[in-house]
């Protein structure tokens, strides 16, 4: 019923640009607060950007900003994650989040590997 489905991770070289999208159904998107994370091996899951319900405010990771921009399409109700500049530390599972009032749904995952 409710859907997360992530698409665009994959393989590049340092320096590469990625865009995740995360289309989502079965859910009130335009109400949603839209977040990505990542997980990278041996580390705790960390916040990477965060996108408000209307889109008018978004918040990135120290380690991100500048390099990631998180977006949204309340027509398609997809959520983005453009990724430039990329380096082997944004080596990491991507997983796409939505939280509204109490619940929060969360994607499968898609990993993004950064590497020569």
């Known amino acids: 019923q409710v859907q997360l489905v992530e698409s665009g991770g994959g393989l590049v070289q340092p320096g590469g640009s990625l865009r995740l999208s995360c289309a989502t159904s079965?859910?009130?998107?335009?109400?949603?607060?839209m977040s990505w994370y990542r997980q990278a091996p041996g580390k705790e899951r960390e916040l990477v950007a965060t996108?408000?319900?209307?889109?008018?405010?978004?918040n990135y990771a120290v380690s991100v900003k500048g390099r990631f921009t998180i977006s949204k399409d309340n027509v398609k109700n997809t959520v983005y994650l453009q990724m430039n500049s990329l380096k082997p530390e944004d080596t990491a599972v991507y997983y796409c989040?939505?939280?509204?009032?109490?619940?929060?749904?969360w994607g499968q995952g898609t990993q993004v590997t950064v590497s020569s």
């Open positions: 989040k939505a939280a509204r009032w109490k619940f929060s749904y």
């Open positions: 079965g859910f009130t998107f335009s109400d949603s607060t």
């Open positions: 996108i408000t319900a209307s889109g008018g405010n978004t």
